[in-house]
């Protein structure tokens, strides 16, 4: 086993499972998913509970309240585009496959079942739903193991298989840099969704770097192009645009979401965000 790929597993076995870290809160909180009533808002109630159309028909907020059951689906997908194939401190795609470890190994610990799949341009592979540890290593060994290069992220293809592939109710990640137009509304119906972005630094804050010859990850075409100050205003306003427009989506459609980037500590991260 290559040892960078035996060092993500032990490493997030580790964290999830470890004395040091053994005490705190899941990274799951285990709210049930079987729809019960509904109920007049109380002050402290999650505002994501809130039933919109029951609100404005009755004319005062009102919550959905769920039946807790003993397990959760816990799904974890992997968008690896050729975008992913990008990294200052370490690859994005690396990132990807440490949050999968910690993900995967939390939902082993809470008695979850476990699924993986992994995606860029088509499913490449779907671990079907498991409580073994087995089965969280197989899925980092293949983000770990994964070409993204050539490959675009086909979101639009994402969300049809995932609306195909997952039957039941499911807490749903999604790990991607999310580049790119994804329209969430129908998995936020169906499941629990939270997204995680995977980010470097220096995508978000880029310097002038001259006439350079690059590459495009997605289509590997080499092209030379000039990275002076007024390309790289271009650029950056284009991908404010895009978040503005996933954060705005996020916060109408109550999606949770983190982002991280390739210079922290995935599993902090997740434990400061996730409560």
């Known amino acids: 086993m290559n040892k960078r790929l035996k060092k ?17 809160p899941s990274l799951f909180q285990g709210e049930g998913f079987e729809f019960a009533e509904l109920r007049e808002y ?18 005062k907020p009102f919550v959905k309240i769920y039946r807790e059951e003993r397990e959760l689906n816990v799904a974890v997908v992997s968008m690896l585009g050729g975008s992913t194939y990008f990294g200052t401190v370490q690859q994005k795609s690396e990132v990807i496959a440490q949050i999968v470890g910690i993900l995967g190994f939390s939902a082993i610990k809470n008695s979850d079942r476990f699924t993986h799949l992994l995606f860029a341009d088509r499913l490449y592979e ?30 639009v293809g994402l969300v049809s298989t995932l609306n195909q592939r997952l039957k039941r109710r499911t807490l749903l990640f999604i790990l991607s840099d999310f580049i790119g137009e994804i329209d969430l ?23 002038a770097l001259g006439t350079l010859r690059l590459i495009d990850m997605e289509s590997r075409k080499s092209f030379e192009g000039s990275v002076d100050d007024s390309r790289l205003k271009a650029y950056t ?4 645009e895009n978040d503005e427009r996933l954060y705005r989506m996020c916060k109408k459609l109550g999606i949770r979401f983190v982002k991280i ?10 434990m400061k965000r996730m409560h």
Do not use: C
């Open 8 to 24: 993500i597993i032990l490493k997030t076995k580790k964290q999830v499972y470890g004395d040091r870290l053994g005490n705190t």
């Open 42 to 59: 109380l002050y402290g109630d999650d505002v994501r509970k809130i039933d919109w159309k029951s609100t404005a028909k009755l004319g």
């Open 126 to 155: 779907m671990i079907p739903p498991s409580k073994k540890f087995f089965a969280v290593q197989r899925a980092i060994e293949a983000n770990f193991t994964f070409d993204p290069i050539g490959k675009k992220s086909d979101f």
């Open 185 to 207: 509304k129908l998995l936020s119906k169906k499941h629990d969704l939270v997204i995680v972005i995977v980010r470097d630094r220096f995508e978000e804050n880029p310097k």
């Open 237 to 240: 306003q284009a991908l404010e």
């Open 261 to 270: 980037y390739t210079d922290e500590e995935p599993y902090v991260k997740l």
